[in-house]
């Protein structure tokens, strides 16, 4: 997968060449002294747009290939859970303790603190690159990391504490409560570990270093995996809980010495734009309470769903996670587009330069966009095939397939909008500011969920709460591209979207994405064989999407070819040499 590149019009872009651009150990790519210097708002003359698509494809390249071996690890650990304790009471009990990690997961590594820290490390390196006096990188590490991690800290032990009254108040339905509160304080342990490997890949992250941080739930799955069949038989599924700790231990362990090498190093990040324009502005304590409120109430969906789960027979919270854990990862392959182009949205509002930041994220919504519906599709047209083949081993029986696949299906539905939200909430928050905008849209959408799927889990179970889910969150995703249109003049926000176009531009991959299910599901329907059935279907979708984006003219097509060809003249200049 790609990453779009900047579109400035640039002569010969197709044909520039590579020389004086190299790739560090680290993943990043290092511009020469004399392209870092180019002042803010020219960076785009000759060289620097190539010099952006190639450090963008190569850096998307690489965190490709990390969350998707995370990904498959990440199966792997979703197979071995399965396998060695089904999708019976005491897999529910340990989900319901995992609620907490994912959340964290989400607040600490994802959408919270990396939302916050990036801009401010962002500012802090325009600053060093301007050669202020001092480091201004190492003093926003001293002066934010001690009192994190003390509230880390005091969080896990909060957590372990009222482990009984969480688990109360999560999953009231559960018949015997006791194995999920041990559950629960196995992995509080794991907040504290979580928030530390935030900062990092938050700080790696902002200096354009994306190969630790993309390591991170590679190291994560491999502990859970690894404490489940060396601890299973004698603790039973806590063996899983226990995993959670260690594998948020190791996602520190595998960022620390690339952070080490950066803080040590005073040289200049690598950038397209000068920093001239750049002013100091900390981290201020109601920009990370914007962001982590925003954060904590989009993941309340997934206490609202397993309130309502819990409802009903044993085994439907299980149902309902095997189904989101397989439908999220076209999300999670769609949203590396951010991952990699958050801090160089996050340094073009520093430099000033707000067009580029604008054109940036609305080429990454189209791209995301097109990723995550080709996934869609393929999801909903391949269902059973894709839940039989992962898990119909063990205790995972034939009926639990059938119910897992009808819930995904539904699920599904939602995952355009998962990736807008996810796209578009840092938008508001790449310029260092805080905004009370993206909670108050979220709080309607937990509203509608919550509403909906009260009203519907009664009649249609499982496949009622995740229709609610999809509903909420689509309402959430249409709001927040509401709030960013340019008609907004007096918005103190970064980035203001040209809407209209945008919306143009994704009602396309949507049209493609309906013709496209209906040929999977027609193609994965011919074959008895889960595999062949599977494999069909995928290519169906595929060849859909290959032949009908370019032919209407999708923007993320094009583009995506561009990148692929400037990687691919890369790595065959590399050889040649």
Known sequence: MTVVPSQSP????????????????????????????????????????????????????????LSIAGSLLGLVRDQSLARLFGAGSDTDAFLVAWTVPEIAATLLIEDGLAIALIPAFSMALARRARGEPGDPVRALVAATLPRLCLAFAATAALVAAAAPFLVQVLAPGLPDPRLAVDCTRLTAISLLAFGIAGYCSAALRAHRRFVAPGAIYVAYNTGIIAAMFLLGRTWGVRAAAAGVAVGGCLMVLVQLPSLCRQ????????????????????????????????????????????????????????????????????????????????????????????????????????????VVLTGMAAVIACAPQMIELLFQRGAFTADDTVATSDVMRVYALGLLGQT??????????????????????????????????????????????????????????????????????????????????????????????????????????????????????????????????????????????????????RLTHGRSR
């Open 263 to 370: 803080l040590a190093s005073r040289a200049p990040a690598a950038v397209e734009g000068a920093a001239g324009d750049a002013r100091e502005r900390p981290v201020r304590l109601v920009l990370i309470a914007a962001v982590l409120l925003f954060a904590l109430c989009r993941q309340s969906q997934v206490l609202v769903e397993r309130f309502l789960a819990s409802s009903l027979p044993s085994g439907a919270i299980s149902h309902l996670n095997y189904a989101q854990k397989v439908a999220q990862i076209p999300m999670t392959l769609s949203l590396m587009v951010c991952t990699v182009t958050f801090p160089v949205v996050a340094r073009a509002l520093a430099d000033g330069d707000t067009e580029r930041a604008r054109d940036r994220v609305e080429r990454d919504l189209v791209l995301s966009s097109c």
């Open 420 to 569: 807008l939200v996810g796209t578009l909430v840092r938008s508001y928050f790449s310029a260092g500011r805080p905004s009370w905008y993206p909670l108050a849209v979220m709080g309607a959408g937990i509203a509608a969920t919550s509403v909906i799927g009260a009203v519907a889990v009664r009649p249609w179970g499982v496949a009622g709460i995740a229709a609610a889910n999809a509903f909420g969150i689509t309402v959430t995703a249409a709001l927040l591209l509401t709030g960013l249109r340019t008609s907004r003049r007096d918005s103190p926000r970064g980035v203001r979207l040209r809407v209209r176009p945008v919306l143009a531009e994704l009602s396309r991959p949507v049209l493609v994405a309906v013709v496209a299910t209906g040929a999977g599901a027609f193609a994965a329907s011919r074959f008895a064989s889960p595999a062949a059935g599977l494999a069909a279907g995928v290519l169906s979708v595929t060849g859909v999407f290959a032949v009908l984006c370019p032919a209407l003219g999708v923007q993320g097509s094009a583009s995506a070819v561009r990148s692929v060809r400037t990687v691919t003249r």
């Open 10 to 65: 640039v002569p010969g872009s197709d044909t520039d060449t590579d020389a004086g651009t190299d790739t560090d150990t680290d993943g990043a790519v290092a511009v020469p002294a004399a392209r870092a210097a180019t002042p803010a708002g020219h960076g785009t003359g000759p060289g620097s747009a190539p010099a952006s698509r190639k450090f963008l494809a190569r850096a998307a390249l690489v965190t490709a290939a």
